[in-house]
């Protein structure tokens, strides 16, 4: 029986990323300039605060000043 787990563990470790990737914070990115911070999934846009506040106008949003 010990023998069986130590195989299982061998073949594991030859496959690159045999692990399941994790969602988070760090898995989501900005369409624009691939950021993780300071990211906003606002009605599906995906960007992260600085592109959407310098495309804001394009996208469709108005800016009251």
Same mark, same amino acid.
């Given at each position: 029986m010990p023998h069986d787990l130590k195989v299982r563990s061998d073949v594991e470790k030859e496959l690159p990323n045999s692990h399941a990737?994790? *969602?988070g914070k760090g898995q989501r990115r900005c369409r624009r300039c691939n950021n993780?911070? *300071?990211f906003n999934r606002m009605c599906?846009?995906?960007l992260c605060r600085r592109c959407l506040h310098q495309n804001a106008e394009f996208i469709g949003f108005k800016i009251y000043n």
């Open positions: 990737v994790h *969602g993780h911070r *300071g599906d846009i995906n």
